[in-house]
């Protein structure tokens, strides 16, 4: 289910209106990155988020690996190689 926060954070870059996810003004994706991010809305970390450590940082690691699992998974198919 993680994997689908990554689609949507892509969303952005399939459309070439950016080149990296985490610097679309409209992304909530950094609400997942950083802490203490300020995404414009409130945001409520999924629980599978939640659940991928006890820390912030540890949650993110794990999270980070769904981003490589994602990328390796669509980026030949969507022609990113």
Not at 62 to 78: A, C, D, G, N, T
Request: hydrophobic fraction near 40%.
């Amino acid at each position: 289910m993680l994997w689908l926060l990554w689609y949507l954070a892509y969303n952005p870059i399939r459309r070439r209106l950016c080149s990296d996810p985490t610097r679309y003004h409209y992304s909530s994706i950094r609400a997942y990155l950083e802490e203490d991010a300020d995404v414009g809305v409130p945001i409520d970390h999924h629980d599978y988020f939640v659940q991928l450590g006890k820390t912030f940082a540890e949650r993110v690691a794990k999270f980070m690996r769904y981003e490589e699992y994602y990328l390796k998974k669509y980026s030949m198919i969507l022609g990113w190689v």
